[in-house]
């Protein structure tokens, strides 16, 4: 099985970061860099290491910066790319998609399980899409 995790607001704190929107507005990738892990990430690598060795795929699907330009979005991805590198450098992920912001997130990744903060997203998954306050524990089922 696949499992699926969005990054802001589900496993990276974009949201606590200070001056976060009016940032985003700048073209300031900041947020992106210095947001705090919303888990502990010794734990959550070694539950997502786990449920890697029992057979299933761990991803990324994240949304880039709402009407971000091309050359801002592609810095987005790096600053997403290099804040999962350094917080979770023990996770090896299969997949990691950074998407435009307000793709089907669904139709990005063809199904399977979803940690989303965004309720629109989940209700557009349907049946497997979970919120973030529920990935320990399911992932603590599936390891």
Not at 77 to 85: D, R
Not at 122 to 139: D, V
Request: charged residues 20%; aromatic residues 10%.
């Amino acid at each position: 099985m696949k499992i699926w995790f969005d990054m802001d607001g589900t496993i990276a704190d974009l949201y606590g970061v200070e001056g976060w929107l009016e940032s985003l507005i700048a073209c300031d990738t900041h947020p992106y860099e210095v947001a705090a892990p919303m888990f502990d990430t010794l734990a959550l690598a070694a539950l997502l290491n786990e449920v890697k060795a029992n057979g299933h795929e761990i991803g990324i699907i994240s949304w880039t910066s709402k009407g971000g330009s091309v050359e801002y979005n592609a810095r987005v991805t790096v600053a997403k790319e290099e804040w999962l590198a350094r917080n979770l450098p023990t996770v090896t992920w299969n997949t990691i998609k950074v998407v435009d912001y307000g793709t089907n997130k669904k139709t990005a990744c063809g199904g399977g399980i979803l940690f989303d903060d965004e309720e629109g997203n989940r209700n557009t998954w349907g049946k497997g899409a979970f919120k973030p306050c529920e990935i320990l524990e399911i992932l603590a089922h599936l390891g």
